[in-house]
């Protein structure tokens, strides 16, 4: 037995060494055959291509383009003001309706003021009194009954007692509010027997025959706008309609923090439409027109690299070409491209998502996007 184990270790070895063999051919079969049919798969899916996307498109036109300075702006009445009373006191009547219009120096509201009409009364009476005194005083004087110092005693006196007469009669004044300027008063929050502190604010007077738009531009628009100039203003409670005016005042000075420039315009508001206090976007046309290839702004790819369209290119089928553009300015849905494309090309205006260089386009224009320059908001 101890003879023949030597005979057979070689065997053994040998069975193992051709064992390894076959496993180590079984798998580079296996590892060809799965390398293979990747490269077949990928030519096949090669050779058959990406499916055509549906997209929008429009041809690049040129559109005339008249130079806008677009802001936001507040309105402000030219005349207006909240009324109040600068003495405190007893609500004795209420002379005007709420909303009503009303002319200059109209009576709105009178406080109590009996007390006080009685002691102008009283000062009334000690003045013609003192007037009297120095109309006998300068009578004697004249004739040497009296001395100069006297007479001027007598006058000192009765210019005292007009002083007091006048003061009082200020303030009986005081305690009755009359209309500074016409116009239509606001809602008034006030009835008999309240009682009113002094600055209590008893309602609003507006004039509004015109109104002072109040807006802002950046620094670098300054040598675009001049007093004078044309504006148009608008405002989402009455769409579709443009009120005109014009630039009455710069301030003159910049502001420091946000490097603007303050602007009045002065707008004519003859049915009374715009309100103190109302927002409104304001347009100032400037310089002559020009012209512009105009897209939707919705076929600009935006981005921190560079602004990109994509241009379809004939083929079978189609396929589009992303495109690096200049945008300039925008109106509206539009906007102005500078550079990149020309006149003519058409470019994918919707569905730009699922796109890159060289995807075969599928063209449906049944749904074009927004290309209007001057949008108003839809009533609901």
Do not use: C
Not at 283 to 297: D, F, Y
Not at 311 to 330: A, I, L, M, N, S
């Amino acid at each position: 037995m101890n003879e023949n184990e030597p005979i057979a270790a070689p065997d053994q070895r040998k069975r193992l060494i051709v064992t390894i063999a076959i496993v180590l051919a079984v798998l580079a079969l296996l590892v060809g055959f799965n390398t293979f049919k990747g490269i077949m798969i990928g030519r096949a899916m090669k050779s058959m291509g990406s499916p055509p996307q549906t997209v929008a498109t429009m041809v690049a036109a040129y559109q005339q383009w008249q130079p806008r300075l677009e802001a936001v702006g507040n309105v402000r009445a030219v005349h207006g003001v909240d009324l109040a009373l600068d003495i405190a006191g007893l609500v004795e009547r209420v002379d005007a309706r709420s909303g009503s219009r009303v002319r200059e120096g109209q009576v709105l509201m009178k406080l109590v003021d009996a007390q006080d009409r009685a002691t102008l009364a009283a000062l009334q009476a000690s003045a013609q009194l003192a007037k009297l005194t120095a109309e006998r005083s300068q009578q004697q004087l004249a004739a040497q009954a009296i001395s100069p110092a006297q007479h001027d005693t007598d006058m000192a006196n009765l210019k005292t007692a007009e002083a007091q007469a006048a003061a009082q009669a200020a303030l009986v004044a005081r305690k009755t509010l009359r209309a500074p300027f016409s116009g239509r008063i606001g809602v008034i929050a006030v009835n008999p027997g309240l009682y009113l502190n002094s600055g209590d604010v008893v309602t609003t007077l507006q004039n509004l025959a015109s109104v002072y738009v109040d807006f802002t531009v950046p620094q670098v628009s300054l040598g675009q706008l001049h007093v004078g100039d044309k504006v148009e203003v608008t405002t989402d409670a009455y769409p579709g309609t443009v009120f005109a005016g014009t630039v009455s005042a710069l301030d003159p000075k910049v502001d420091v923090e946000t490097r603007n420039l303050r602007v009045e315009a002065t707008v004519a508001n003859p049915d009374e439409r715009l309100m103190p206090g109302m927002f409104v976007r304001v347009a100032v046309p400037s310089g002559g027109e020009q012209r512009h290839l105009t897209l939707p702004q919705t076929a600009i790819s935006y981005a921190p690299y560079g602004d990109t369209v994509f241009v379809v290119r004939d083929g079978t089928p189609p396929h589009v070409e992303q495109v690096v553009v200049t945008v300039g300015p925008t109106r509206g849905d539009q906007v102005a491209v500078l550079s990149g494309i020309e006149a003519g090309d058409v470019i994918v205006v919707s569905g730009q998502l699922k796109l890159k260089n060289g995807t075969p386009v599928k063209i449906n224009n049944t749904v074009q996007p927004a290309f209007d320059p001057n949008p108003r908001p839809v009533e609901q």
